[in-house]
């Protein structure tokens, strides 16, 4: 047995994975396996070696010296191995010039090479446009269709009744390709013994293949048949060769030209700024038809035979052995391509794989990537509105997969808005403007209150009070300091300081030295802090300062409101850190909001609770500073979710507080009778939360806001605990639009893309693609140059102006080939009996949820099945005390849990702690639908046992080539030897001998003659 790369699990990454529904479905989850390998590695299921990498796949494909097309199964080996149903297929597959070297290859190939010149190919496009004019005709103006079914598969068996000359036999020859796709993906890793049904298809295809050619012999036309009976005499071996290579030209054109005008226009959807540029600039379809075949092509993988000892990819492949070529898996190697998985149109440089390479290059892609660009070009020319309208759902074709239905909703035209409703979604919803005042910079405002009342107190830090004057004073000292180390206007300084006065001086300082602040918990990941320090190009970060020193004047720094005031992280939803950077007239505008929707008095006290990883830490400050309240702060070791955190607002008297929703969830009740201020940010609210915490005498507030637009750009006050809060309302000088994929407003109850203008739209430092991709110039705004932000969240507007919060629009997943909105299977868990809140991920291709709540586990899962379709019922729901957090504080919808940290002492030296530290959890119950039944070996007599255990190892020797007296009860059947060709002979030989089916995973999961035994025999 050759040896593996470390981390090799045959259930996981085997080749039989290929023909899992859910794989076919979505191939990244065997993909994102296997490449955990490396490029090349060898597979004990298949028998064979398996290349991920795009320069190993390029080599495998090209060195026609060292590997042959010739590897198809020979009809005599599958015969006697009782394969007789593959062996059947396999004699035409053999015959066809895709599996062919020279010079039989050479010699079909150019009997056709005229029929698929670029000259002969441009001559025809009059021809495929009127296929796609007849196909787009067929379809309604608006309503529900099916992608697949209605338009996409109309068209391949258009373009290859013309090319073989029988317009009027398009049903047949879909029927004929299906049968070929069905076998072909199966004759590539394990011979399926269930193919069967298909060889009278293929037989029936091979007799009229053969009817066909004998008429084109006696009556030549402009076909491909009769280019193919050119020269020819007629015997039965040469009509069969036409007949097998007729099949291949119908069967792959089928398949990929239908997959390429499907997804090509599903892709388009998911990324609405590549449909925009499509639209924007037609020319681009050539390079975006590309894009769409290397992104996710229908051609998964294709093998070849070395003929001789080859090294390659770090390993030797031995003359005889297959390799199996992930043609999908090398269109992503991100040391070829750029950000392998995002969608780019314009992206151009290295070819993709989707159709081979070098002289077997598919001779029928021109043919398929001029026909799918136009279609793709029509039906968007038809259709400026479509959407998904339901589940896709994949063939059963594992190599050439392409979807089975794909409904979309579609509109000849958008719905149109009249001039009155326009303006009432642009402007009237819009009309929230405020004068910002006299300062540029937000720390000119809290120097303005320091003036007013210096002796009031501005910090409470662990009951010692400091007061407005104070910290001004301090803060001048320390700004000086500053610029003499050259900090001066758009320089960056870290602040990684633990939560004290002189965190707050500290962040005072930098804006009083003309800097920007960027901030981060002592705790924060290392990996983390150091990309954040590399991508801000920070020149100093102040970890611990000496605060003590005061001056009267800050120094003169010359910023104005157009100057970045800080820089904040996110991961989004990549994981890959972004910079934003927010101007002082941003900072300041988040003051005059916050004074407008919290009316704060100079007797109010306010909590500093969220974490510095998160931009709402400068909300605090400002909330506090900039409206002449105190700001109550406490080292994060006292900040603990629970009883301690409740206990610190009482005995703090803290009156305004903002924390997650799963934040308040996870406290105690409490009386707080100070607290008449409650805010909620960074997460859905859920009605929980409002049904504990909305009491009489308190406000409880629902912001909205992306760290792209300066913390706030929605607001709601809560009213009713019974209904499911909305986001409000823009916030002081914002505007806010719900808008479709090109950028227009929707009515009011439609759903679009909710996206922000107006004062304290930032910018991403050093990404331009995403700059481009997430910011647009405002169409809609009064001063031109002003940026408008798209969330990428859903959302729309009610009658009386305030907007429902519908989810994110990169929440969406795949579940065994279903779309799945997560925000949507959340709401629902959320709205069962006992249940509070609720995280639901993807991983490993199934749904978990994480719950929070007192809950009867059986009512929820009979919740869930009646309101969920089966593929969005979440595969586990565990009870948790409170919901995972990110480094931020916000809910972890990423599928990752942090493990909290316990507090820890105070010292001079602080130790790390979670940025938002909790007490351990009670132990998390997980539950599933249904229970699973547990294999146990049935009571059968030892004996009976012993025979049928003595039998499977017969069938082992007899697969693996080997005698009989080396297999033991616990042999491996793997380890022995066994291939693809012997896992297919053992489980047909299981099936006729012994009368039980066993698929792949059963005998990846008991590779053993007494672990078979065991599983037949508690099955009987």
Known sequence: MLSNPSGYDRARHGTHNLGRAAVVADPLIYIDAVTELGPLFYDQVGGVWVCTGYAEAARVLTDHRRFSSARTRKASALDERGLDAASSAAGIVSEQMLFMDPPEHAAIRARIRDQFTKAQIRARDDVMRRMVDEALADLPEEGVLDLVGDYAAKLPAKLVAHLLGM????????????????????????????????????????????????????DPGDDLVSALVDGIDGTDEELFSVAANCIVLVGGGY??????????????????????????????IESAVDEFMRRNGSSQYLARLAVEDVDLGGAT????????????????????FDHPRDLDIRRNGTRHLGFGMGRHYCVGAPYAERLGGWAIRGFLDRY???????????????????????????????????????????????????????????????????????????????????????????????????????????????????????????????AKAGGAFMLAEP????????????????????????????????????????NTAYVVFTSGTTGRPKAIAISHEGAVNLHIGQRRIFRLAPTDRVLQFLSPNFDGCFADLVLALLNGATLVVAPTARLVVGPPLVRLLAQRRVTAVILTPSVWLALPDGPLPDLRVAAAAG?????????????????????YGPAETAVMATWHECTDTGTTPTIGRPVANKQVYVLDADLRPVPVGEPGELCVGGLGVGRYLGRDELMRERFRLDPFAAEPGRLLYRTGDRARWLPDGSIEYLGRRDRQVKIRGQRVELDEVERVLEASPGVEAAVVSERAGRLEAQVVGDLDETVVWKHLRMHLHSGMVPATLTVVAELPRSITGKADRTGTPTEP?????????????????????????????????????????????????????????????????????????????????????????????????????????????????DRILATA
């Open 167 to 218: 317009e009027g036999d398009e049903e047949l020859l879909t029927r004929w390709a299906d049968a070929y796709e069905r076998l072909l993906g199966s004759l590539s890793s394990l011979p399926d013994v269930r193919d069967r049904e298909v060889v009278a298809v293929l037989d029936e295809a091979v007799a009229g293949f053969r009817d066909q050619a004998r008429r084109r012999m006696a």
């Open 255 to 284: 398949q990929t030209l239908t997959h390429l005008v499907t997804t090509g226009l599903l892709q388009l959807h998911d990324h609405p700024d590549q449909l925009r540029a499509l639209r924007e600039e037609p020319e681009l």
């Open 317 to 336: 492949i031995r003359a005889g052995q297959t390799v199996l070529v992930h043609l999908a898996a090398a269109n992503l190697d991100p040391r070829v």
């Open 384 to 510: 400026p509105h479509y959407r998904p309208a339901g589940e896709v759902r994949w063939g059963h074709h594992a190599n050439t997969r392409c979807p089975a239905h794909a409904p979309v909703e579609v509109r000849t035209a958008p719905p149109a808005l009249s001039d009155v409703e326009r303006h009432r979604v642009t402007v009237e919803f819009n009309d929230h403007s405020a004068p910002l005042g006299p300062h540029a910079g937000w720390h000119q405002v809290f120097e303005h209150r320091a003036r007013l009342a210096p002796d009031s107190v501005a910090v409470d830090d662990q009951g010692r009070e400091h007061t407005y004057g104070e910290i001004d004073r301090r803060a001048n000292a320390l700004a000086h300091d500053l610029r003499a180390r050259g900090v001066q206007p758009e320089s960056v300084v870290g602040v990684v300081m633990e939560r004290t006065v002189d965190f707050v001086i500290s962040v005072l300082a930098v």
């Open 523 to 562: 705790t924060c990941p290392p990996e983390r802090l150091r990309a954040m320090v590399e991508q801000s190009g920070a020149r100093v970060v102040l970890t611990e300062v000496d605060t003590s020193a005061e001056r009267d004047d800050p120094p003169i720094t010359g910023v104005t409101s157009g």
């Open 683 to 703: 997460e859905r609210l859920t009605t929980a939360v409002l049904a504990r915490w909305l009491v009489p005498g308190r406000r409880f507030l629902n912001l």
């Open 901 to 1013: 940290a316990r507090p820890q002492p105070a010292s001079p030296t602080p130790e790390p702690v979670a940025a938002l530290p909790a007490p351990t959890p009670e132990p998390a119950r997980t539950s599933a639908p249904p229970p699973v039944p547990t294999l146990g070996t049935a009571p059968e007599p030892d004996r009976r046992r012993a025979r049928l255990t003595w039998r499977i190892a017969q069938f082992f020797a007899t697969c693996v080539g080997i005698r009989q007296a080396e297999v033991k009860a616990d042999s491996d059947f793997f380890a022995l030897g066994g291939d693809s060709l012997a896992v297919a002979t053992l489980l047909t030989k299981i099936e006729q001998e012994v009368d039980h089916v066993l698929d792949v995973e059963q005998l990846l999961a008991d590779p053993t003659p007494a672990r078979i035994s």
